[in-house]
T-cell receptor, first 114, second 114 residues
Framework: AQSVTQLDSQVPVFEEAPVELRCNYSSSVSVYLFWYVQYPNQGLQLLLKYLSGSTLVESINGFEAEFNKSQTSFHLRKPSVHISDTAEYFC????????????FGTGTSLTVIP | NAGVTQTPKFQVLKTGQSMTLQCAQD?????MSWYRQDPGMGLRLIHYSVGAGITDQGEVPNGYNVSRSTTEDFPLRLLSAAPSQTSVYFC?????????????FGQGTRLTVV
């Protein structure tokens, strides 16, 4: 089974500063990678995904993540954060070998400070 | 499309009571899952199903039952509620096998057991 590690449980950052949220997973064989965002008292929404092709994927609101197979990582970055980015972020791996079962990290709480 | 619909959104139970959390999806997804979310612990898989008539246990199945009589519905039953089951519950669905998609989540059920 896969394991997904989000090393940082809480990340405070000042508005307009860059941020990186780290994600590592245990095996890179036949996996697909996702970042989800959860705003307070809401469900999880897909932020971006890597299925195949270019290893750099982007979201519509300025986030990007890069699939690094050798380091088994899928870190999330944004060059300039906004107050509205304050939320919980979950990294997830879908393992083709187990019928696309999803495995989630424990989440990173991003707080943007004015 | 309605996506994944969960009911109710909020529920308060007394210890020992039973209840069913409802989940329905209209995307013809084979794979459906139930998670619970607790502070600092991320999403933990309770039960999942890879198709009608097929269910299996996840990481934290004790105290919960599921069934999958149709592709669309995947109810979660609490047999005898305990305070330790106070949590936010999410239902999710996605394709399995050859079709790769992200997991789609419901808006969650916030359950309090007193």
């Amino acid at each position: 089974a896969q394991s997904v590690t989000q090393l940082d449980s809480q990340v405070p950052v000042f508005e307009e500063a860059p941020v990186e949220l780290r994600c590592n997973y245990s095996s890179s064989v036949s996996v697909y990678l996702f970042w989800y965002v959860q705003y307070p008292n809401q469900g999880l929404q897909l932020l971006l995904k890597y299925l195949s092709g270019s290893t750099l994927v982007e979201s519509i609101n300025g986030f990007e993540a890069e699939f690094n197979k050798s380091q088994t990582s899928f870190h999330l970055r944004k060059p300039s954060v906004h107050i509205s980015d304050t939320a919980e972020y979950f990294c997830a791996v879908s393992d083709r070998g187990t019928g696309n079962q999803f495995y989630f990290g424990t989440g990173t709480s991003l707080t943007v400070i004015p | 499309n309605a996506g994944v619909t969960q009911t109710p959104k909020f529920q308060v139970l007394k210890t020992g009571q039973s209840m069913t959390l409802q989940c329905a999806q209209d995307m013809n997804h084979e794979y459906m899952s139930w998670y619970r979310q607790d502070p600092g612990m991320g999403l933990r898989l309770i039960h999942y199903s890879v198709g009608a008539g097929i269910t299996d246990q996840g990481e934290v199945p004790n105290g919960y039952n599921v069934s999958r009589s149709t592709t669309e519905d995947f109810p979660l039953r609490l047999l005898s509620a305990a305070p330790s089951q106070t949590s936010v519950y999410f239902c999710a669905s996605h394709h399995s096998g050859g079709v790769i998609t992200e997991a789609f989540f419901g808006q969650g059920t916030r359950l309090t057991v007193v």
